[in-house]
């Protein structure tokens, strides 16, 4: 088993920053790609961005392409989504994920955190 922990979210104004944590536990950290994913009020959850278990791959959702990075540091057990540039759109429940491929994190990975509210007032 993996366990997820986000921290980080609040409440921003249209054009801030916030940079959320995820602290993994339970297995090897660095073995497993790690994703980031949101689900606004009624609405799906969605992929946000995903990176693979060195680092050297990533992938964003379009609509937030030029505007999040995704890092890692397997030293910490932390995967972290770095947001600028945030939107009223982008408010939404973040959630980190896990799993052993990168093909199946960006879609339905094994392991999921409990989530973080992000919270963007115009």
């Known amino acids: 088993q993996v366990q997820l922990v986000e921290s980080g979210g609040g409440l921003v104004q249209a054009g801030g920053s916030l940079r959320l944590s995820c602290v993994a536990s339970?297995?090897?950290?660095?073995?497993?790609?790690m994703g980031w994913f949101r689900q606004a009020p009624g609405k799906e959850r969605e992929f946000v961005a995903a990176?693979?278990?060195?680092?050297?791959?990533?992938s964003y959702a379009d609509p937030v392409k030029g505007r999040f990075t995704i890092s890692r540091d397997n030293a910490k057990n932390t995967v972290y989504l770095q947001m600028n540039s945030l939107k009223p759109e982008d408010t939404a429940v973040y959630y980190c994920?896990?799993?052993?491929?990168?093909?199946?994190?960006?879609?339905?990975?094994?392991?999921w955190g409990q989530g973080t509210q992000v919270t963007v007032s115009s």
């Open positions: 994920a896990a799993d052993i491929s990168l093909k199946v994190v960006v879609t339905t990975p094994d392991y």
């Open positions: 990176i693979s278990w060195s680092g050297g791959t990533t």
């Open positions: 339970g297995r090897t950290f660095s073995n497993y790609a």
